[in-house]
């Protein structure tokens, strides 16, 4: 679960690309590279066009029963101003319930001895959907969290920069 971990994060990252285009592309890049790290950690031969036909396909299942979200984060970066505070806010959440529930489904699969050339998307698609639901909940903590310690950190700088300038205007 540690590489799931940490390409959540990356793809929480690229969830912030301000393209909409440009920054699913990068999510769905993560999403391919998770797939070769478990293949490798595992210890399974693989194909990338074969990681990458599966997490397409994932994301296409997931897309077509929740494609307004998905739609509206990306396309809300259109909308000047509260547009891009609303994708920037929701993207990386969505980003990293899609990385979080494909990284878990590719675990499971090669937790059982199989390989992606055995991967059956049909027998996955409902528990993906799930693994979504519970991958944004575990984002969004995060998410919050880290917002938390850029604030507190924010406020430490803005304590010492305001040190600083008094001290210069009493020189």
């Not at 969830?15 to 440009?22: D, N, T």
């Not at 055995?118 to 049909?122: A, C, G, K, P, R």
């Not at 001290?167 to 020189?171: A, D, G, Q, T, V």
């Given at each position: 679960m540690?590489?799931v971990?940490?390409?959540?994060?990356?793809?929480?990252?690229?969830?912030?690309?301000?393209?909409?285009?440009?920054?699913?592309?990068a999510?769905?890049?993560?999403?391919?590279?998770?797939?070769?790290?478990?293949?490798?950690?595992?210890?399974?031969d693989?194909?990338?066009e074969?990681?990458?036909?599966?997490?397409?396909?994932?994301?296409?299942?997931?897309?077509?029963?929740?494609?307004?979200?998905?739609?509206?984060?990306?396309?809300?970066?259109?909308?000047?101003?509260?547009?891009?505070?609303?994708?920037?806010i929701?993207?990386?959440?969505?980003?990293?319930?899609l990385?979080?529930?494909?990284?878990?489904?590719?675990?499971?699969?090669?937790?059982?001895n199989?390989?992606?050339l055995?991967?059956?998307?049909?027998a996955?698609?409902?528990?993906?959907?799930?693994?979504?639901e519970?991958?944004?909940?575990?984002?969004?903590?995060?998410?919050?969290?880290?917002?938390?310690?850029?604030?507190a950190?924010?406020?430490?700088?803005?304590?010492r920069?305001?040190?600083?300038?008094d001290?210069?205007?009493?020189?």
């Open positions: 540690e590489i971990n940490n390409n959540v994060a990356l793809a929480m990252g690229a969830g912030l690309i301000p393209l909409p285009v440009v920054d699913f592309a999510i769905t890049a993560v999403q391919i590279k998770m797939g070769k790290e478990l293949a490798e950690h595992y210890g399974v693989y194909k990338e074969q990681i990458k036909g599966i997490v397409i396909a994932l994301l296409a299942a997931y897309t077509s029963t929740s494609s307004a979200s998905v739609v509206a984060a990306s396309a809300a970066r259109a909308v000047p101003g509260l547009g891009s505070v609303f994708s920037v929701t993207l990386p959440v969505i980003a990293g319930g990385t979080f529930a494909v990284g878990k489904v590719f675990v499971q699969h090669l937790e059982s199989r390989s992606f055995t991967f059956d998307l049909s996955v698609q409902a528990g993906f959907v799930r693994e979504v519970k991958g944004k909940s575990a984002a969004a903590a995060q998410a919050k969290s880290f917002g938390a310690k850029m604030v950190a924010s406020d430490r700088l803005e304590t920069f305001d040190a600083a300038i001290s210069l205007l009493k020189r």
